[in-house]
């Protein structure tokens, strides 16, 4: 009888997460849709791409990360986002991302700093609300731009005569683990602390996604040019 009775549940597509999850991997295509073709960037360009996504994710992630830890009140979320923590700082990620950037000729400059500062702060300043479900789904969305973006950065990288593409093959491979993960986080964060409804459960997601738009697309020197 219990058996028969998950089985019926077991189709959750009406669910609020699966219906959230499905707007985020629709906002992930959208991005991934847009880049630009590779052919047609010059190496300047290529390079720039690097440096502000590596500017950005070197001293942020592991920071973001742990803020969302801080944000969650699900004794079940946590274990999801210490086991993400536990392997950035084993494995040093931020040091193969600077290795990975260094190899590609694309080491942040002060300048490519100063493109995304704006949006990085607007990040940072959301994130520092420690609101759990907005924090999560956020990570939740990086986690899974990142994923799909690797195989795109490697590309970009090989095209700068590169060779360590350790942080992409490996960002490419466990994310899709840490995504899933950060979605179950999600759900039972909702369940256990959720979000007021006069907030908007996508704030923090469409501020990163601005981030990376600008970190793609280099706004302020396009605006300026
Ligand atoms: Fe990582």
């Avoid at 906002?27 to 052919?39: C, E, G, T, V």
């Avoid at 260094?102 to 700093?113: C, I, K, S």
């Avoid at 093959?169 to 979000?195: K, Q």
Wanted: proline share 3%; with cysteine; aromatic share 8%.
């Amino acid at each position: 009888m219990n058996t028969t009775l998950l089985i019926s549940q077991e189709p959750q597509n009406h669910s609020p997460e699966a219906s959230v999850k499905q707007q985020i991997n629709k906002m992930i295509d959208d991005l991934m849709a847009s880049l630009p073709d590779i052919q047609d960037l010059t190496g300047a360009e290529r390079r720039g791409i690097i440096a502000r996504y590596t500017t950005v994710l070197e001293g942020n992630f592991i920071y973001w990360m742990t803020a969302t830890l801080l944000a969650v009140q699900s004794e079940d979320a946590r274990p999801i986002l210490l086991d993400n923590l536990h392997e950035e700082v084993h494995d040093s990620h931020p040091a193969m991302m600077r290795r990975f950037a260094m190899a590609a000729n694309a080491f942040p400059t002060d300048g490519d700093a100063l493109v995304v500062h704006d949006d990085l702060t607007n990040v940072r300043l959301f994130l520092g609300k420690l609101s759990g479900v907005q924090s999560v789904l956020t990570m939740a969305f990086f986690e899974g731009f990142i994923q799909r973006f690797m195989a795109y950065l490697a590309d970009l990288a090989r095209a700068q005569g590169s060779v360590d593409l350790e942080y992409t093959d490996v960002h490419g491979v466990c994310d899709i683990a840490h995504t899933d993960g950060l979605f179950r986080a999600l759900s039972v964060e909702m369940t256990i602390n959720p979000l007021d409804q006069k907030e908007d459960l996508f704030e923090g997601v469409y501020l990163l996604r601005t981030l990376i738009e600008n970190i793609v697309f280099n706004r302020v020197e396009s605006l300026t040019a």
